[in-house]
């Protein structure tokens, strides 16, 4: 017990990196009702471009702007295979993400894993955030308010603040009415082609940010990083919209219940590698989640709802 909660932070921290992550999936999967598998590749571009550069001396945050606009190109050559090619959405996902890891790869000089040097005080202190940080917060060895949970909560709160604004605009609510009626948009006006490209370049551009903000915490970056990604993703949405759907009704509030998503799904593995369980099941215990939580609704609605009366029923 004393294990699982001296790694609680760690988790928590976690959770909230991969929720950046779990918007971006977020934005394709229930607002464009679009299944984007560029995730995995997309996640561990961000990283790679991060770690390639901020190794070879660029600012920290010039850094992770680039990874962030990598990211948003990945999107861009999904969007236009799905959009001027006609090949369906999952496809053109699959066969972004399949390119994108010989394009990491180059991109990390051809390393399966390419590490900041953590050990290098001087390094450490330009990091964003980082898993030192965890405990040295708490220690005393660095400022409280550096610890993960408190600089990626700020990060996800402006990012949430930025989403909630643009989505209010009229191109905003143009990318909505795509996801939910696209022949409806198309009747209106809206260029659907466009808004769906603009959908998945603005998700894997937060996907690569994720990518590179944990890249910063585990203090490398590995050419495997981002595989299985789209499930996590997918968990912290559905558990986020399971278990607080019906409470946060407000857009920014929908947002927020993916990142909360994230962090419960973290403090479930951790608990559950508390237990004892071998790691290399996690991958499966993923999967299990993602089942049991996409389940759960639909049970509910099929044996649970209460019939509907009509009226009508009585004699005339």
């Not at 299944?35 to 790679?48: E, I």
């Not at 900041?116 to 708490?138: C, D, H, P, W, Y």
Request: proline content about 2%; hydrophobic content about 55%.
């Amino acid at each position: 017990m004393s294990g699982f909660l001296s790694a609680l932070p760690g988790a928590v921290s976690q959770g909230l990196i991969w929720g950046i992550m779990a918007i971006g999936v977020y934005i394709t999967y229930k607002i464009l009702d679009i299944a984007d598998l560029t995730v995995d590749g997309s996640f561990c571009t961000g990283g790679a471009v991060f770690v390639m550069l901020f190794s070879s001396g660029v600012n920290l945050w010039l850094a992770l702007l680039v990874a962030l606009l990598a990211g948003m190109l990945a999107g861009l050559v999904t969007g236009l295979l799905h959009t001027v090619c006609g090949i369906p959405a999952i496809l053109a996902g699959i066969l972004t993400q399949l390119g994108l890891y010989s394009v990491n790869m180059a991109v990390m000089d051809f390393k399966a894993s390419v590490a900041l040097s953590i050990t290098n005080g001087e390094t450490l202190n330009k990091l964003l955030v980082s898993l030192r940080f965890v405990k040295g917060a708490l220690d005393g060895s660095f400022p409280f308010y550096r610890h993960p949970i408190i600089v990626v909560g700020l990060f996800t709160a402006a990012l949430i603040g930025v989403l909630y604004w643009f989505f209010g605009t009229e191109l905003g609510a143009a990318l909505r009415a795509t996801g939910s009626n696209q022949n409806m948009a198309r009747a209106q006006g809206i260029n659907t082609d466009r808004t769906k490209v603009l959908g998945l370049v603005i998700s894997n551009g937060l996907v690569a940010l994720s990518g590179a903000l944990l890249c910063q915490y585990n203090g490398a970056n590995e050419i495997n990083v981002g595989r299985g990604a789209i499930v996590i993703g997918l968990a912290a949405v559905i558990i986020g919209e399971v278990l607080l759907g019906k409470v946060f009704r407000n857009f920014a509030l929908k947002l927020l219940t993916v990142s909360i998503g994230a962090i419960i799904y973290y403090i479930v593995l951790q608990a559950v590698l508390a237990l004892g369980l071998n790691p290399n099941y996690l991958k499966l215990l993923s999967a299990l989640v993602v089942a049991v939580f996409l389940t759960i609704p639909y049970w509910k609605d099929k044996y649970f709802a209460k019939p509907v009366k009509r009226g009508g029923d009585g004699n005339a």
